[in-house]
């Protein structure tokens, strides 16, 4: 069975904190993703990966960076956490063949105080 | 920016069939139409997509109108289980283009 997961379920931290978001996919796969999701504003694209080493921004980058050192695995790092970055944070993976239905994981409520 | 248009809520009996509706006029000769559907507290997952013919499989039906500018998904029985957001995206067929999430429609399925 596919899987994407992600390192924590619910996270709370404090204003200025360095954060870090961790994703993991045991598909190969060649693309990931991280999007938030804020009531009433949907799903947003923060950063997207398509190969190790590389990345590109999404429509909402600001405030994050990202880390894709191995394929399988994609971080989100918040570099000073803010009130207005509490959210929920997904990852998703997809391969650059075929249909590539893009799998989702559980996501991260990240609380910031 | 999202290129589909969706109703922002729908209700549906339990067991009818539960026909969701989207708009995508700009729509290019490339780009096909995917349906994913949120459940609450999951990530989003994949429920069908097609090009310009219908297509069907365990889960649902996609009619897409000749012209292309429009789709309608159908879920054939719905059941409580069928509550969720569902989302139309258009893209194209394969590559690093990235999904494009709208604010989808809320389906409520009613027993």
């Known amino acids: 069975d596919v899987k994407v997961t992600q390192s924590s379920r619910y996270l709370v931290k404090r204003t200025g904190e360095k954060v870090f978001l961790e994703c993991v996919q045991d598909m190969d796969h060649e693309n990931m993703f991280w999007y938030r999701q804020d009531p009433g504003l949907g799903l947003r694209l923060i950063y997207f990966?398509?190969?190790?080493?590389?990345?590109e921004k999404g429509d909402i980058p600001e405030g994050y960076s990202v880390s894709r050192e191995k394929k399988e695995r994609f971080s989100l790092i918040l570099e000073s956490a803010s009130t207005n970055q509490t959210s929920m944070y997904l990852c998703a993976s997809r391969t650059n063949a075929g249909y590539n239905e893009q799998f989702f994981g559980p996501g991260t409520r990240l609380t910031v105080l | 920016d999202a290129k589909t248009t969706q109703p922002t809520s729908m209700d549906c009996a339990e067991g009818r069939a539960a026909n969701l509706p989207c708009n995508h006029s700009t729509i290019s000769g490339n780009e096909y139409v995917y349906w994913y559907r949120q459940i609450h507290s999951q990530g989003p997952q994949y429920i069908i997509h097609g090009l310009k013919n219908n297509e069907t499989n365990e889960m649902a039906s996609l009619i897409i109108t000749e012209d292309r500018k429009s789709s309608t998904l159908i879920l054939p029985h719905a059941t409580l289980r069928d509550t969720a957001v569902y989302y139309c995206?258009?893209?194209?067929?394969?590559?690093?283009?990235?999904?494009?999430f709208g604010k989808g429609t809320r389906l409520s399925v009613i027993a």
């Open positions: 995206i258009v893209r194209v067929y394969s590559g690093n283009t990235p999904l494009v």
């Open positions: 990966s398509y190969d190790v080493k590389m990345k």
